[in-house]
């Protein structure tokens, strides 16, 4: 049965704002690493081996960040299915929000010698773990404080925080190249847009706080009480892989497409432009934070449309649209004018925003109260590890090895086919309640 009832919009809106704002903060601190990966940090970590060697290291430690992510999804999971989700939300701003600020204090490769890639690599696995909490209590406590009516608009602004942070980090970053020689950017201007989180996460902290507990969980936790038996299983990741396996598997096919996709064209088109295109990276920061833009727009838009048409109409048209994009993206990449360079980026994450928008709501809406957190956060994660972690490494490594981006358009176009099968194959959730304790596993279509 579906919920009728609607939230009044002041508290809605409050949580909003709140789950925006963590969210932004914990991707700012994430996309920074991504973006400094692809401009400095193989000069400054990885100085002894030649610049795309270098850069395809870079990358290899920002991979590493998103093996943890599962782990951090298991974990924080776990203990958000069994006390809530707003500890879990604070915890994961403090962890995120202190690996950055420490990556802006860290001697590099000059100083100290091989300590510095270490000690990079393990902030980065911090950072990996934190975002992996953050995403699912972050939808979720929107989505259980909303209503079935709008859950694809409220939910998808959490979502929103994606773009947002990924503009400030970007912004932060042109400014500086635009004001510093390149000299002074290498030696000591990278270290602002780190050292600036630690101002960001005390802001984010002080407003996440003041957030309510969810609805949903709450009345569950009662539920529980009164029938005198635990809130959740004792290990919640047994029950969820062991009745909901095939909505893992649907969550993670889906993310395919939207995460590759992502990563290639708001990173790797840093490595393309100023490599062998020999563009300055200007071009290439100034179409991603224009572009990202658009794209916080368009996320709560196609999440509203979720809300009328259904979750799986739009997603199925962003990742065809992206499917089909990525190739007249290259192609426009290749003109070396900033403005089709702008059109490229700015078409292809509207695109992607299709299948962003709708996302938070429908993962959700997969998994009942006992496993939500868990289910969510393990579905989002897993797939990252095997999409976002690796998306900018082999499109660095084809275009290494093939000299032309037609390989790397040709394995984003793979990536979004896969979740064309795994939304195809999904039942429609738009509607459905929130509130069951537990839900059965989703019949999946004849």
Not at 290 to 318: M, T
């Amino acid at each position: 049965m579906a919920e009728t009832s609607a939230p009044p919009r002041k508290p809605i809106v409050k949580v909003v704002a709140a789950s925006l704002i963590g969210t932004t903060i914990e991707w700012y601190d994430f996309f920074l690493y991504g973006s400094a990966a692809a401009l400095v940090f193989n000069k400054l970590f990885f100085p002894s081996v030649d610049p795309l060697t270098g850069t395809l290291l870079a990358f290899t430690t920002y991979a590493i960040g998103f093996l943890a992510r599962p782990l951090g999804g298991v974990v924080f999971g776990h203990f958000g299915d069994k006390i809530g989700r707003k500890k879990l939300l604070v915890l994961a701003l403090v962890l995120m929000g202190g690996a950055t600020f420490a990556m802006g204090l860290l001697p590099t490769y000059a100083t100290i010698g091989i300590g510095a890639p270490i000690l990079l690599t393990l902030l980065r696995l911090v950072q990996g773990f934190a975002l992996g909490g953050e995403w699912g209590g972050a939808v979720l406590i929107v989505s259980e404080h909303g209503d079935a009516k709008r859950r694809g608009f409220w939910a998808s602004w959490p979502q929103a925080g994606v773009p947002v942070g990924n503009l400030l980090a970007t912004a932060v970053l042109a400014v500086l190249a635009a004001v510093q020689t390149d000299e002074a950017f290498l030696s000591w201007g990278w270290r602002v847009p780190f050292l600036l989180s630690g101002l960001l996460v005390g802001v984010g902290l002080w407003i996440r706080l003041t957030v309510s507990e969810s609805p949903v969980f709450l009345e569950a936790q009662r539920k529980a009480e009164a029938r005198k038996s635990p809130v959740v299983e004792k290990a919640p990741i047994v029950t969820l892989l062991r009745l909901h396996w095939r909505e893992v598997l649907i969550a993670m096919g889906a993310r395919m497409g939207e995460n590759v996709s992502y990563y290639v064209i708001t990173a790797f088109i840093l490595v393309y432009i100023t490599g062998p295109l020999g563009l300055s990276k200007s071009y290439g920061l100034n179409a991603v934070l224009i572009a990202s833009a658009v794209h916080f727009v368009s996320i709560p838009l196609w999440g509203a449309l979720s809300d009328r048409v259904g979750r799986r109409a739009v997603y199925l048209f962003g990742a065809v649209g992206v499917g089909v994009w990525i190739f007249v993206f290259f192609a426009l990449l290749d003109t070396k004018s900033f403005g089709a360079i702008l059109l490229a980026t700015t078409i292809g994450l509207v695109l992607h925003g299709a299948m962003y928008g709708p996302q938070a709501a429908f993962f959700s809406e997969l998994f009942g109260t006992r496993v939500r957190y868990s289910g969510a956060s393990v579905g989002y994660q897993l797939a990252s590890i095997v999409a976002g972690a690796l998306a900018p490494l082999i499109a660095t490594a084809l275009l290494k090895e093939f000299g032309s981006t037609v390989p790397v358009a040709l394995y984003v176009g793979f990536a979004c086919l896969l979740s064309v099968i795994a939304v195809v194959v999904a039942k429609e959730t738009r509607g459905v309640s929130l509130e069951k304790d537990d839900a059965e596993p989703a019949e999946l279509p004849a």
